[in-house]
């Protein structure tokens, strides 16, 4: 492993852990708090946030649920450096999807850079609706592809490809395929 690989790291690690305590401190959390909520002690957290530890995939699943976002997002912050990240992005088709974690599919990042908007595309075909999901960002959600079922505050909607639901922050949801087959979304939320 050459110097800058460990040195970029070690940045992305800091990137992560700051990402971490803004969300924590964002819902009025305090570490103490927070590990109690995700079963971790409060030193291995001070450590994450410090940027001298990474979280395990379940560990990082559990802190997205608790600051109440998504793991990519999470990880996301950690690709993000404000400093180098052009202004002007492209990203192919092909760009890493990593699993979702709160229903079966993947979720990539479309956009990798500070802003007011996090788009992503969410990739699945889970049959049974997984748990519901809440966080304090707004959030739009499109149909690319496929016929999803969306829950919103307990309503269900079904949508084809075209329609779209834009929703505020604190709705509680959750999304699965209306039909068993294969389904695309662009979601939008509201940058924290």
């Known amino acids: 492993m050459s110097d800058s690989t460990i040195t970029d790291d070690a940045a992305a690690a800091r990137r992560l852990g700051a990402h971490v305590r803004r969300l924590r401190h964002a819902r009025g959390l305090t570490l103490v708090q927070l590990a109690e909520r995700i079963d971790l002690s409060h030193p291995f957290l001070s450590q994450l946030e410090r940027g001298l530890a990474q979280p395990s995939l ?5 802190l997205a649920v608790a600051l109440e976002t998504s793991p990519i997002e999470i990880i996301a912050a950690a690709d993000e450096d ?9 990203v192919g088709p092909d760009s890493g999807a990593v699993p979702e974690g709160f229903a079966s599919g993947t979720a990539r990042m479309l956009a990798h850079r500070p ?6 595309e969410i990739s699945g075909d889970a049959i049974e609706p997984g748990e519901h999901f809440v966080h304090a960002e707004d959030e739009f959600v499109y149909v690319l592809a496929g016929r999803v079922r969306i829950e919103l505050d307990g309503r269900v909607h079904d949508l084809e490809p ?23 979304l662009l979601v939008v939320k509201q940058a924290w």
């Open 115 to 120: 802003g007011t908007f996090r788009p992503m």
């Open 82 to 90: 404000a400093d180098t990240t052009p202004a002007v992005q492209v």
């Open 58 to 62: 379940g560990s990082l699943r559990r």
């Open 162 to 184: 075209g329609a779209s639901v834009s929703s505020p922050g604190g709705t509680l949801h959750r999304w699965w395929s209306a039909d068993g087959a294969p389904f695309r």
